[in-house]
């Protein structure tokens, strides 16, 4: 092969993609969809601080109302009034709803009743019901003549610390709920260049052989040298899309936490401090989980080295289709057997986000068809031993071999080839006779 012809290919195939308009938009209005997201996250965070929900207690009991108080006094605000006089209150918007709490709950057991006027929402209620909950469960203790002792055991709540041991032995804070969404999004990101980018390349090729550009060209280029050009000018294309997010994103989780503390701060300087719960400090928010989300340079480079090579791999059957029919339509035939693997790979990602360490994850990480997808999600959820990461690259750089070169042979029977759809009885023949 002529190295220096498939460099001008890949050269004219690479500045004609990035210069286009929607290689522009794509490219630019992505990373500001992720600096809405993330605002977005940022501005729940606040939100949560601007504007506590007032809930009216009506305790007939005489007992529960004081000790809601204690646990939230802006929350809880108990009341004499009769449930209908607080009900129009809460239909006028004074209050957010309120808890109606009978005599006889304490000793029947009964049922408490929260009427409120669509606010809050799952959360804010079951807040509601474990605050009701402590209080019923302390004061029943109390009433059994329980000592203190065994009231505070009850009321303890242990925490459990996640941490994750890296490869260095090193103990790292860790999320598995976290890590398991990134790694299913981290799927679909490799999912929809695998498959977006194959099509483009597929459709190039299509489009130069029907109007016989392709002609003029393997005048000068061989077959070979045309698709391999091609490959590497949509892979760069895809690369330089890829490595401007990444770049984008990275920024981002580096300035996210302190604009993040920044505005917070300027929010709950402006919340009044007697909606501001007693013991919290103004101003103070937990934003340490922004740290999960930068980026692992290590990550980063298996992200790179399993996307190019399942790139080449599937972008190769990918052009050796376009070469092989005439009309975008004649290929639809070709697609499945092809889409099959990706998509599987895209659908088991669910599975091993959950037991990323299980014989059956591992086989699918080796495996060259699905591992592009597949390992990129068990390096996220967890510590992979190394030799299956190397042994799962050099499986897929074997497959990429011998892929490529089964499509550089329907490459070059096909792409000269008009005016029949060929089956695929007709490739394999292509492929024997190559």
């Known amino acids: 092969m002529n190295f220096a012809k498939i460099w001008l290919i890949t050269k004219r195939e690479y500045l004609t993609r990035v210069q286009t308009k929607s290689f522009l938009l794509s490219t630019f209005l992505t990373p500001l969809f992720i600096i809405g997201l993330m605002g977005l996250v940022i501005y729940v965070t606040v939100s949560e601080n601007e504007a506590p929900k007032q809930v009216v207690v009506i305790d007939e009991?005489?007992?529960?109302?004081?000790?809601?108080?204690?646990i939230d006094p802006v929350r809880y605000i108990p009341s004499d009034e009769s449930p209908e006089v607080i009900r129009e209150e809460v239909l006028e918007g004074q209050w957010d709803?309120?808890?109606?709490?009978?005599?006889?709950?304490?000793?029947?057991?009964?049922?408490?009743?929260?009427?409120?006027?669509?606010?809050?929402?799952?959360?804010?209620?079951?807040?509601?019901?474990?605050?009701?909950?402590?209080?019923?469960?302390?004061?029943?203790l109390q009433d059994n003549d329980v000592s203190q002792d065994i009231i505070s055991i009850f009321e303890e709540r242990p925490s459990l610390e996640n941490k994750r041991i890296n490869e260095e032995g090193i103990e790292e804070d860790s999320n598995a709920f976290v890590s398991s969404i990134a790694g299913i999004l981290i799927g679909v990101f490799i999912f929809i260049g695998l498959f977006g980018y194959g099509a483009i390349l597929m459709r190039s090729v299509i489009e130069e052989k029907t109007s016989r550009i392709v002609e003029i060209i393997t005048s000068s280029v061989k077959p070979i040298e045309l698709m391999v050009g091609k490959l590497v000018g949509?892979?760069?294309?895809?690369?330089t899309q890829f490595g401007l997010w990444i770049a984008t994103y990275a920024g981002i989780t580096v300035f996210a936490a302190p604009v993040a503390q920044f505005f917070i701060t300027q929010?709950?300087?402006?919340?009044?401090?007697?909606?501001?719960?007693?013991?919290?400090?103004?101003?103070?928010?937990?934003?340490?989980?922004?740290?999960?989300?930068?980026?692992?340079?290590?990550?980063?480079?298996?992200?790179?080295?399993?996307?190019?090579?399942?790139?080449?791999?599937?972008?190769?059957?990918?052009?050796?289709?376009?070469a092989a029919v005439d009309s975008e339509q004649d290929s639809q035939q070709f697609m499945t057997p092809v889409m099959l693997p990706i998509l599987i790979g895209y659908m088991l990602?669910?599975?091993?986000?959950?037991?990323?360490?299980?014989?059956?994850?591992?086989?699918?990480?080796l495996f060259p068809l699905t591992s592009p997808i597949n390992m990129m999600t068990r390096l996220l959820v967890s510590n992979v031993p190394f030799w299956e990461v190397l042994l799962s690259i050099v499986l897929l750089i074997a497959s990429v071999a011998g892929m490529m070169l089964l499509s550089a042979k329907i490459y070059r029977t096909g792409i000269l080839m008009y005016g029949k759809k060929p089956s695929f009885k007709e490739i394999f023949k292509w492929i024997r006779q190559s």
């Open 61 to 70: 009991t005489l007992r529960i109302s004081n000790k809601l108080v204690e």
């Open 97 to 140: 709803g309120y808890i109606l709490i009978e005599s006889d709950f304490l000793s029947e057991n009964s049922t408490a009743t929260f009427v409120h006027n669509g606010a809050g929402g799952i959360s804010f209620y079951e807040s509601l019901r474990s605050d009701l909950r402590d209080v019923t469960r302390e004061i029943r």
């Open 234 to 239: 949509v892979c760069l294309v895809a690369l």
């Open 267 to 322: 929010r709950m300087g402006s919340v009044p401090t007697d909606m501001v719960n007693p013991g919290m400090e103004s101003a103070s928010v937990d934003l340490s989980f922004l740290d999960q989300f930068s980026v692992n340079p290590v990550f980063l480079m298996y992200f790179f080295v399993f996307f190019i090579l399942g790139f080449l791999m599937y972008s190769s059957i990918f052009a050796a289709i376009g």
């Open 349 to 365: 990602n669910f599975r091993i986000a959950e037991v990323p360490d299980s014989t059956f994850a591992t086989i699918v990480s």
